[in-house]
T-cell receptor, first 115, second 110 residues
Framework: GAGVSQSPRYKVAKRGQDVALRCDPISGHVSLFWYQQALGQGPEFLTYFQNEAQLDKSGLPSDRFFAERPEGSVSTLKIQRTQQEDSAVYLC?????????????FGDGTRLSIL | ELKVEQNPLFLSMQEGKNYTIYCNYSTTSDRLYWYRQDPGKSLESLFVLLSNGAVKQEGRLMASLDTKARLSTLHITAAVHDLSATYFCAVDVGNYQLIWGAGTKLIIKP
């Protein structure tokens, strides 16, 4: 079946521009996560949705980062006024149920480069 | 500070050998996950360990969890080239968050 799909796969933007990253989770998955992964590092948690509710956004690094999942399926991570330190791979993951006990299924990520 | 430490961070080994990757963590947790990542690819779930003493095996890989020692191990038996990848452990610390190790890059030479 279809896995987690992220788009675009690569994004290059100039410093100061706004970007929007899309995640299509596995159909029917309740939980959705966004992570940031720097080169050679493990993923770092950004935010968690249970259906359309954003239950944890404590990992978002600044108020320039905003995520939404308005209908409980597709999610968008938006970064405003991008800065060079935002360059990273942004990973989306989904899991079937509510938090706990289940592995997360990851997309291939969006590689964001800020010039 | 919550920490998840993997060691080694880099491992080069010969086919046919055995080795163990260690994952230590600094907080109380009884849920731990192991993932595999190939270059440029997404993370693939390998094992879900949900209690003290849990042991899971799949092919040449075996994972275990000791919650009292705050330690998980990923053991590789008779390594083959196809197992070359980066392996991550991730600890459930509650509040909907996983804390990830930095990853162990494993290279298996023919």
């Amino acid at each position: 079946g279809a896995g987690v799909s992220q788009s675009p796969r690569y994004k290059v933007a100039k410093r100061g521009q706004d970007v929007a990253l899309r995640c299509d989770p596995i159909s029917g998955h309740v939980s959705l996560f966004w992570y940031q992964q720097a080169l050679g590092q493990g993923p770092e948690f950004l935010t968690y949705f249970q259906n359309e509710a954003q239950l944890d956004k404590s990992g978002l690094p600044s108020d320039r980062f905003f995520a939404e999942r308005p209908e409980g399926s597709v999610s968008t991570l938006k970064i405003q006024r991008t800065q060079q330190e935002d360059s990273a791979v942004y990973l989306c993951a989904s899991s079937l149920g509510e938090w706990g006990n289940q592995p997360q299924h990851f997309g291939d990520g969006t590689r964001l480069s800020i010039l | 500070e919550l920490k998840v430490e993997q060691n080694p961070l880099f491992l080069s080994m010969q086919e046919g050998k055995n080795y163990t990757i260690y994952c230590n963590y600094s907080t109380t947790s009884d849920r731990l996950y192991w993932y595999r990542q190939d270059p440029g690819k997404s993370l693939e779930s390998l094992f879900v360990l949900l209690s003290n003493g849990a042991v899971k095996q799949e092919g040449r890989l075996m994972a275990s969890l000791d919650t009292k020692a705050r330690l998980s191990t990923l053991h590789i038996t008779a390594a083959v080239h196809d197992l070359s990848a980066t392996y991550f452990c991730a600890v459930d610390v509650g509040n909907y968050q996983l804390i990830w190790g930095a990853g162990t890059k494993l290279i298996i030479k023919p």
